[in-house]
T-cell receptor, first 112, second 113 residues
Framework: GAGVSQSPSNKVTEKGKDVELRCDPISGHTALYWYRQRLGQGLEFLIYFQGNSAPDKSGLPSDRFSAERTGESVSTLTIQRTQQEDSAVYLC??????????FGPGTRLTVL | GNSVTQMEGPVTLSEEAFLTINCTYT??????LFWYVQYPGEGLQLLLK?????DKGSNKGFEATYRKETTSFHLEKGSVQVSDSAVYFC????????????FGQGTTLQVKP
């Protein structure tokens, strides 16, 4: 497709389980971002990948959160030992190096 | 640190009313400023942007002017339509169009016919 895609669209998990969220950026976009949107709040930056540079992980809230990106393609956000406060919509965006960020539809994560 | 503050919603207007959604920011240096919109059931989309002081961003009848003296980037539209009902987010970026975006909490706009 032409846009950023994310999967799954919805994920319900039990507290303490690990989850993986996937993002497929727009082809050719060198930059990829993960954000989190808690209910009634704005988006919080989590992590940023740009080409082969070291990622900017300054927004990850704890060491339970990690993300990987293979080259300039797919990225996976992993949350280990999920907690109820991790419940949120996780948004991925991609851009050309100097361009507008295009957002995916998000993954709604619910931790019971 | 850098931050964005938006007026709290929800904002409810009648069709053809004038819209203002206030946004102020705190940042070092010269950030770029953005308004994003999230229509019901859709992903976040860039509505308009401004990259330097006194720039005016505009799109779809919406406008916002980068005011460095008041650190503001208020969103305005002269005559809203039902189709403008959405959540609007003000955001800043410190490094042009790249780098992480810092968002306000969002303002829900509901336009009634």
């Amino acid at each position: 497709g032409a846009g950023v895609s994310q999967s799954p669209s919805n994920k319900v998990t039990e507290k303490g389980k690990d989850v993986e969220l996937r993002c497929d950026p727009i082809s050719g976009h060198t930059a990829l971002y993960w954000y989190r949107q808690r209910l009634g709040q704005g988006l919080e930056f989590l992590i940023y990948f740009q080409g082969n540079s070291a990622p900017d992980k300054s927004g990850l809230p704890s060491d339970r959160f990690s993300a990987e990106r293979t080259g300039e393609s797919v990225s996976t956000l992993t949350i280990q030992r999920t907690q109820q406060e991790d419940s949120a919509v996780y948004l991925c965006a991609s851009s050309l190096a100097e361009g507008e960020q295009f957002f995916g539809p998000g993954t709604r994560l619910t931790v019971l | 640190g850098n931050s964005v503050t938006q007026m709290e919603g929800p904002v409810t207007l009648s069709e053809e009313a004038f819209l203002t959604i206030n946004c102020t920011y705190t940042a070092t240096g010269y950030p770029s400023l953005f308004w994003y919109v999230q229509y019901p059931g859709e992903g976040l989309q860039l509505l308009l942007k401004a990259t330097k002081a006194d720039d005016k961003g505009s799109n779809k009848g919406f406008e916002a002017t980068y005011r460095k003296e008041t650190t503001s980037f208020h969103l305005e539209k002269g005559s809203v339509q039902v189709s403008d009902s959405a959540v609007y987010f003000c955001a800043l970026s410190r490094s042009g169009n790249t780098g992480k975006l810092i968002f306000g909490q969002g303002t829900t706009l509901q336009v009634k016919p």
